[in-house]
C-alpha cells in the first residue's frame, strides 16, 4: 500500500513536472486579430513561433475586440481561475485612449490586473500603447508614462510600444487606420518575442 502511494504522488509530480506553461493573452483588437483570419493573429503566430523554438508553452488568446481596461479588469478573475496562466501578456488600454479617458483610470484598471496576475502565480509583460499627436503633447505623454510607470512600480517586463516600426505607415493598416494587416501581425510578434523570450526560460 505504501509503495502504491508513493508511486502515485511521483507519477502526479511528473505529470505536473511536463504540464506545458500557459500564456494568457489579455487583450483587445490589436491582439484579437480584427478583421483577419484567425491563423493571422500575432497570439496565433506567436504559438507556431514558440513550438519551432522548442518551448512547450500553450497560448490562450482571450483577447476581445473594443475591450478598455476596466472591462478586462472585470472580466480577468474568472480567467485567472481558468485558464491558471503562468505569463500573463497584458495589452489593454488603447480603447481608454481613443475615448479620451483620463489616463489615471487605465492606469488604476492596469495596476489591478497586474496585482491580480501576479497573486494569482503569473509572471506579467505589459504592452504598452501610444496615442496620435491629434491628442495632444500633454494627454500623449501622460498615456504613455502609464505603462513605463507600472512596469518599475511592479519590476515587470515591458514592450514599450506594440505598433513600434510601423505606426505611421499607412501600408500596415487596414482602412479604418487603427487595426494593423495580416502583414504586421508579424512584426508585432517580433516586437513582443524581443521582450517575452527572456520571460520563457530555457
Given at each position: 500500500m505504501l509503495?502504491?502511494?508513493?508511486?502515485?504522488?511521483?507519477?502526479?509530480?511528473?505529470?505536473?513536472?511536463?504540464?506545458?506553461?500557459?500564456?494568457?493573452?489579455w487583450g483587445d483588437s490589436l491582439s484579437a486579430g480584427y478583421q483577419l483570419k484567425r491563423?493571422?493573429?500575432?497570439?496565433?503566430?506567436?504559438?507556431?513561433?514558440?513550438?519551432?523554438?522548442?518551448?512547450?508553452?500553450?497560448?490562450?488568446?482571450?483577447?476581445?475586440?473594443?475591450?478598455?481596461?476596466?472591462?478586462?479588469?472585470?472580466?480577468?478573475?474568472?480567467a485567472l481561475a481558468q485558464h491558471k496562466?503562468?505569463?500573463?501578456?497584458?495589452?489593454?488600454?488603447?480603447?481608454?485612449?481613443?475615448?479620451?479617458?483620463?489616463?489615471?483610470?487605465?492606469?488604476?484598471?492596469?495596476?489591478?490586473?497586474?496585482?491580480?496576475a501576479r497573486n494569482s502565480g503569473a509572471d506579467v509583460l505589459l504592452v504598452g500603447m501610444r496615442m496620435p499627436p491629434n491628442y495632444g503633447p500633454a494627454y500623449t505623454r501622460q498615456f504613455a508614462a502609464v505603462f513605463r510607470d507600472l512596469a518599475e512600480k511592479h519590476d515587470i517586463g515591458l514592450v514599450p510600444f506594440l505598433l513600434d516600426g510601423f505606426a505611421d505607415d499607412p501600408k500596415y493598416f487596414l482602412s479604418d487606420g487603427i487595426h494593423p494587416t495580416a502583414e504586421a501581425q508579424h512584426r508585432i510578434l517580433d516586437t513582443v518575442w524581443e521582450k517575452l523570450k527572456p520571460m520563457l526560460g530555457d
Open positions: 509503495l502504491r502511494s508513493i508511486a502515485t504522488i511521483l507519477f502526479l509530480v511528473l505529470a505536473g513536472a511536463t504540464q506545458a506553461a500557459t500564456i494568457l493573452v491563423e493571422e493573429a500575432w497570439p496565433v503566430l506567436l504559438q507556431t513561433r514558440l513550438a519551432e523554438k522548442g518551448f512547450p508553452h500553450e497560448v490562450v488568446n482571450a483577447s476581445v475586440s473594443g475591450e478598455t481596461t476596466s472591462g478586462g479588469r472585470t472580466r480577468l478573475p474568472d496562466p503562468d505569463l500573463m501578456i497584458l495589452e489593454l488600454g488603447a480603447n481608454d485612449g481613443l475615448r479620451g479617458l483620463p489616463a489615471r483610470i487605465a492606469a488604476d484598471n492596469l495596476d489591478a490586473m497586474i496585482t491580480a
